[in-house]
């Protein structure tokens, strides 16, 4: 066998570095290994073939099971099925939940001898983790049920329980004198690019909801507001939503099941709880099963007779804080400052955008509340280096720059509470981008434009040197006095003298349009809420006043 010399070939992770590394592994390549050939196979003695029987492999033995066919699933077997109120839909169960029970709730309970040839006999009727709830039913223990036979009972039989919660309404009026918030808050990922654009993605599938508003508790209302901390701080309530109420048109005697009220714009819906309000101690709350315009069908029949005009609020299930704190300020005087968080549910007001819409995005008119002026900011996306010691390195890192704006709502009628509640539904925090008017006269109109000019002439404002047509400053709002609103996107501009400049639209306006006739020329931006907290600030049941920052996008439309 041939003896081959190797050596240690040097490399960076070794501290040096061999610049030869390439040419010195060549040597370990195949060609330098001469050729060795095969010894030669000894010969092979032939040996007599042995037959060998097969081994007896151990039997093993298994259990099986009976598969029994779908008859089974339903014949030969007690059955039952919870129903609400309604009687539909009906569903097996072992549990009737009741989940948060802010008064009596009608729930039944179908039982079905599902045995073809036998009688069944009831054991007894019971309830497990019912506390505080009065349990009735239409039959006694020793009842029999022929074969296939199905009665309806008001509640529990055999191995079925209720389980749920007694809440606790949260009675003491709220202070109107004060105002009353209500919060909406999403939780939106915005990631950034290096030029600035982004991308969005929802992380909440519902919002966050809070409410908080001040009592004005005096003589017994402040014992019960003390005695309904001290008790139940711990624990849910039923919160009613006070800007939110109606009243009843007729009136309600004992045993109705249906009440009588307006509720366009209000948070009713079916499965929604109300209440009954005379005082923080004679209320009564009830289940909402279906909603028409000027009545609700409830599911269980009213304890109580309620007189015309009666108010009526919504209640929802939340929770206040760990620390609560209370300003007595007199002996009998508590005026608080609760803020409630209520359990999260998908919102009550479906999500719609206004109407109005160009180049397939929704475009923000309703913008009415100038008091105190709109402020902007414009912001550029940049990174400065600076050492202390020498001049500061400036990286620009945005395509172009952005414009946010704090924008006000005046809302005076309960259609624009709830159309501006849809609004905030369908942005979703800062999910979804609408385009934002800059609400200011940003240039002054010229000449007279005919039907067929698609070219405007304006008052120099340097659009055609600074701007030309960057995204946020390539689209117009034009507002006439007698012809309505037209959006048009900038396509060229030109500076024709120190005094005017000429602007070339994407399509003529198709009406005849003088400078005076003119209310108004703003840009138009791409925008998005710069935050995800909504906070409606609740004046009055049909006023409410808003403030959102706004932030236009890199959006290419």
């Given at each position: 066998?041939?003896?081959?010399?190797?050596?240690?070939?040097s490399?960076?992770?070794?501290?040096?570095?061999?610049?030869?590394?390439?040419?010195?592994l060549?040597?370990?390549?195949?060609?330098?290994?001469?050729?060795?050939?095969?010894?030669?196979l000894?010969a092979?003695?032939?040996?007599?073939?042995?037959?060998?029987?097969?081994?007896?492999?151990?039997?093993?033995?298994?259990?099986?099971?009976?598969?029994?066919?779908?008859?089974?699933?339903?014949?030969?077997?007690?059955n039952?099925?919870?129903?609400?109120?309604?009687h539909?839909?009906?569903?097996?169960?072992n549990?009737?939940?009741?989940?948060?029970?802010?008064?009596s709730?009608?729930?039944?309970?179908?039982?079905?001898?599902?045995?073809?040839?036998?009688?069944?006999?009831?054991?007894?009727?019971?309830?497990?983790?019912?506390?505080?709830?009065?349990?009735?039913?239409?039959?006694?223990?020793?009842?029999?049920?022929?074969?296939?036979?199905?009665?309806?009972?008001?509640?529990?039989?055999?191995s079925?329980?209720t389980?749920?919660?007694?809440l606790?309404?949260?009675?003491?009026?709220?202070?109107?004198?004060?105002?009353?918030?209500?919060?909406?808050?999403?939780?939106?990922?915005?990631?950034?690019?290096?030029?600035?654009?982004?991308?969005?993605?929802?992380?909440?599938?519902f919002p966050?909801?809070?409410?908080e508003f001040?009592?004005?508790?005096?003589?017994?209302?402040?014992?019960?507001?003390?005695n309904?901390?001290?008790?139940?701080?711990?624990?849910?309530?039923?919160?009613?939503?006070?800007?939110?109420?109606s009243?009843?048109?007729?009136?309600?005697?004992?045993?109705?099941?249906?009440?009588?009220?307006?509720?366009?714009?209000?948070?009713?819906?079916?499965?929604?709880?109300?209440?009954?309000?005379?005082?923080?101690?004679?209320?009564?709350?009830?289940?909402?099963?279906?909603?028409f315009s000027?009545?609700?069908q409830?599911?269980?029949?009213l304890?109580?007779?309620?007189?015309r005009?009666?108010?009526v609020?919504?209640?929802?299930?939340?929770?206040?804080?760990?620390?609560?704190?209370?300003?007595?300020?007199?002996?009998?005087?508590?005026?608080?400052?609760?803020?409630?968080?209520?359990?999260?549910?998908?919102?009550?007001?479906?999500?719609?955008?206004?109407?109005?819409?160009?180049?397939?995005l929704?475009?923000?008119?309703?913008?009415?509340?100038?008091?105190?002026g709109?402020?902007?900011?414009?912001?550029?996306?940049?990174?400065?280096?600076?050492?202390?010691?020498?001049?500061?390195?400036?990286?620009?890192?945005?395509?172009?720059?952005?414009?946010?704006?704090q924008?006000?709502?005046?809302?005076?009628?309960r259609?624009?509470i709830?159309a501006?509640?849809?609004?905030?539904?369908?942005?979703?925090?800062?999910?979804?981008?609408?385009?934002?008017?800059?609400?200011?006269?940003?240039?002054?109109?010229?000449?007279?434009?005919?039907?067929?000019?698609?070219s405007?002439?304006?008052?120099?404002?340097?659009?055609?040197?600074?701007?030309?047509?960057?995204?946020?400053r390539?689209?117009?709002?034009?507002?006439?006095?007698?012809?309505?609103?037209f959006?048009?996107?900038?396509?060229?501009?030109?500076?024709?003298?120190?005094?005017?400049?000429?602007?070339?639209?994407d399509?003529?306006?198709?009406?005849?349009?003088?400078?005076?006739?003119?209310?108004?020329?703003?840009?138009?931006?791409?925008?998005?809420?710069?935050?995800?907290r909504?906070?409606?600030?609740?004046?009055?049941?049909?006023?409410?006043?808003?403030?959102?920052?706004?932030?236009?996008?890199?959006?290419?439309?």
């Amino acid at each position: 066998m041939d003896n081959l010399s190797g050596f240690i070939v040097s490399s960076p992770s070794w501290g040096s570095s061999d610049p030869n590394i390439s040419g010195n592994l060549v040597l370990f390549s195949l060609p330098g290994f001469v050729y060795q050939a095969s010894e030669a196979l000894a010969a092979v003695t032939p040996s007599p073939l042995s037959r060998v029987a097969p081994q007896e492999y151990p039997a093993s033995s298994y259990q099986g099971a009976l598969l029994h066919a779908f008859l089974r699933d339903w014949y030969g077997r007690i059955n039952v099925f919870g129903w609400d109120s309604s009687h539909t839909p009906p569903w097996l169960v072992n549990t009737l939940n009741l989940g948060s029970a802010y008064s009596s709730q009608l729930r039944y309970v179908e039982v079905w001898n599902a045995h073809l040839d036998a009688s069944e006999t009831l054991a007894g009727v019971n309830t497990v983790g019912a506390d505080n709830m009065t349990i009735s039913t239409d039959s006694t223990a020793g009842a029999t049920f022929n074969p296939m036979e199905s009665r309806l009972y008001s509640i529990v039989t055999g191995s079925i329980r209720t389980a749920g919660s007694n809440l606790i309404v949260f009675s003491v009026r709220a202070n109107f004198r004060d105002s009353m918030i209500d919060s909406w808050e999403w939780l939106t990922d915005v990631i950034t690019a290096y030029n600035g654009t982004e991308q969005r993605r929802c992380l909440r599938r519902f919002p966050r909801r809070t409410v908080e508003f001040s009592l004005f508790a005096h003589n017994s209302d402040a014992g019960l507001l003390g005695n309904l901390l001290w008790g139940w701080q711990d624990r849910m309530y039923g919160v009613p939503l006070w800007w939110d109420g109606s009243q009843l048109t007729q009136d309600a005697a004992a045993s109705n099941t249906v009440l009588h009220l307006d509720t366009l714009d209000r948070e009713i819906a079916p499965q929604q709880t109300l209440m009954l309000f005379a005082s923080s101690s004679v209320f009564e709350s009830v289940q909402v099963s279906q909603v028409f315009s000027d009545h609700v069908q409830l599911f269980s029949p009213l304890q109580s007779s309620w007189p015309r005009y009666t108010e009526v609020y919504p209640l929802k299930t939340g929770r206040l804080g760990a620390d609560q704190s209370i300003a007595n300020t007199v002996a009998n005087l508590a005026e608080p400052r609760l803020m409630f968080r209520l359990l999260q549910s998908a919102s009550p007001y479906s999500p719609v955008d206004y109407p109005t819409t160009y180049r397939s995005l929704p475009v923000l008119e309703d913008i009415s509340d100038w008091t105190g002026g709109m402020d902007s900011k414009t912001s550029v996306k940049l990174v400065e280096y600076d050492n202390s010691l020498n001049n500061f390195l400036t990286d620009v890192q945005g395509a172009y720059p952005v414009t946010s704006r704090q924008v006000k709502w005046f809302l005076n009628t309960r259609g624009k509470i709830a159309a501006f509640k849809r609004w905030i539904a369908a942005r979703q925090g800062r999910l979804t981008v609408f385009w934002m008017p800059s609400g200011v006269s940003d240039m002054q109109l010229l000449n007279t434009v005919q039907p067929t000019d698609s070219s405007i002439i304006i008052s120099y404002i340097g659009y055609a040197t600074h701007v030309q047509q960057q995204v946020g400053r390539r689209d117009v709002r034009i507002e006439s006095k007698t012809k309505g609103v037209f959006y048009r996107r900038i396509v060229s501009s030109d500076a024709l003298s120190s005094a005017s400049e000429s602007i070339q639209l994407d399509s003529a306006l198709g009406v005849v349009i003088s400078p005076d006739d003119i209310e108004m020329i703003s840009f138009m931006a791409p925008s998005r809420l710069d935050v995800d907290r909504v906070e409606i600030d609740m004046r009055t049941e049909s006023f409410a006043q808003a403030t959102i920052m706004v932030r236009g996008v890199l959006h290419d439309s």
